[in-house]
């Protein structure tokens, strides 16, 4: 057998057993009640987002001040904001704003923290411990001032929210692609590509970062949430979603307003994030016992 044939059939052993360990950790997550529960809401929710421009029945912006704050009925099921404005339609696109924010800033932190974490437990030495130091400054450093700086600075853009988000949720990410490389990096399948020649580009992007996916992607069910958070905490302050858009956060500021006076101005958008958020952690919690190594021994 040649040396193509016999890494041919070592990467169709690899891929088999891979498609494999994917299959057993998703009929585990099936396995999990409350995981079930909480992915099929977010299926719901993301398509529910989607739809929005075609079910919602009022105008995002549309005003009605003769209708201020009024309560739950026929014509507008979760009553009305403080410009008469329906909060049903400004609840569904709220929830776009939040998911959309949550998801594309923890992609963006996947995509830094992964690459970041890899090259440095991968090059170790003198490397590592001078990326790992920037981390460590970075961390010490009030990340949210930080978000609210770039804000202030740069100007409320809502893609410039998804990447200064996303730029402080990537220090823990590329510590823990740093720990599955570091343990990864001296398995055979490794030093086998690394005796044959391989650029270190293709070890790091084709070989190791594959093989981390699981706490990536455990990891980035907890990121979401807390970047929905942070978001909420932005626009709460006014620094987030501007005018006449609107997130789940922006909402809950002005139900904070007249919460007094109708408290259902605050409990609908308050009730959409918190069982978001729920849903996410029952979600990053099923993963996280399906993706364990141990897990598939039971």
Not at 103 to 129: C, E, F, N, P
Not at 226 to 241: D, H, N, P, Q
Request: aromatic share 10%.
């Amino acid at each position: 057998m040649t040396g193509t044939d016999l890494s041919m059939d070592t990467n169709l052993k690899e891929d088999t057993g891979g498609v494999s360990l994917w299959k057993d950790a998703f009929r585990r997550l099936l396995k999990n009640k409350m995981a079930v529960i909480g992915g099929t809401f977010l299926l719901l929710e993301i398509l529910l987002a989607i739809a929005t421009p075609w079910i919602a029945p009022y105008p995002f912006e549309a005003q009605n001040l003769e209708l201020w704050v009024e309560a739950p009925s026929m014509a507008h099921w979760f009553g009305t904001d403080t410009l008469g404005r329906d909060l049903f339609t400004r609840v569904l696109y709220g929830g776009r704003i939040s998911l959309m924010v949550g998801i594309l800033a923890s992609l963006v932190s996947v995509l830094i923290g992964v690459t970041y974490g890899a090259i440095s437990g991968y090059l170790g030495g003198r490397v590592d411990s001078l990326m790992m130091r920037i981390v460590d400054v970075l961390y010490a450093l009030p990340f949210i001032f930080l978000v609210i700086i770039l804000m202030v600075y740069f100007g409320r853009n809502i893609y410039l929210l998804f990447v200064a988000l996303g730029m402080t949720q990537w220090l823990t990410m590329a510590r823990i692609v740093r720990g599955q490389v570091i343990s990864l990096k001296e398995k055979e399948f490794v030093q086998a590509a690394t005796s044959m020649g391989v650029r270190k580009s293709t070890i790091i992007f084709k070989h190791l970062i594959p093989n981390c996916l699981g706490p990536v992607i455990v990891f980035m069910t907890l990121t979401v949430p807390t970047v929905i958070l942070e978001e909420a905490f932005l626009s709460f302050l006014g620094l987030g979603v501007q005018a006449p858009m609107a997130s789940w956060g922006t909402l809950i500021s002005n139900g904070v307003e007249v919460m007094e006076i109708r408290s259902t101005v605050l409990l609908f958008p308050a009730t959409a994030l918190g069982l978001t958020l729920f849903s996410l952690n029952f979600l990053g919690d099923g993963l996280r016992d399906a993706l364990d190594p141990k897990g598939a021994k039971d």
